[in-house]
């Protein structure tokens, strides 16, 4: 005889009832992003431009798409976006990208509050830290210094094409002759 085979979920709630391989909601999705997108493009893309028109009806299927079909973890967009929010919104902290130098000063400092021994070393490196500071400084200014001077060059150089244009070729060829001397 044939033997039957029944699938049994381990959670009653796993249980979707799919019809032509959508479930319900997936249905009711797919039928929404028709309905949408199809009049948008129909009314927008004579007014606005066929370019323009697909990225917004890429935008609306793509969100409608990813709430009705995409699951996270067994979870609807639903409630996965209120964490998603949550998260980036209220608990994310900024990163501040820190010297090797400057790290290892500020771990000298959380250990001085707990053992003496490393805060004589500290006291060693404290000079060292300075003097590294008074380089980037230094290096800086040289920079900026650096710039100025090449706008400066740029500046009088033009100013010099400048006057030299307002010449006439008699006095040209006279400040040729003169410099040639």
Request: charged content about 35%.
């Amino acid at each position: 005889m044939d033997s039957i085979e029944i699938t049994v979920f381990d959670e009653i709630n796993d249980y979707k009832e799919k019809i032509y391989f959508f479930n319900f909601r997936q249905w009711l999705f797919a039928i929404l992003i028709i309905a949408l997108v199809v009049p948008t493009y129909i009314l927008l893309k004579d007014k606005i431009g066929k370019e323009i028109t697909s990225y917004i009806v890429i935008a609306i299927a793509s969100i409608l798409g990813f709430i009705g079909f995409v699951k996270i973890h067994e979870l609807p967009a639903e409630k996965i976006l209120p964490y998603w929010f949550r998260h980036y919104f209220f608990f994310a902290k900024p990163i501040h990208y820190i010297t090797d130098e400057e790290f290892k000063l500020q771990h000298q400092k959380k250990s001085k509050k707990t053992n003496k021994s490393k805060v004589e070393k500290t006291k060693t490196n404290k000079p060292e830290i300075k003097k590294l500071k008074k380089k980037k400084k230094q290096e800086k200014k040289k920079r900026i210094d650096e710039t100025m001077e090449n706008k400066e060059i740029n500046n009088t150089e033009s100013e010099l094409s400048q006057k030299l244009s307002k010449l006439s070729k008699e006095q040209q060829d006279a400040l040729l002759k003169l410099l040639e001397r």
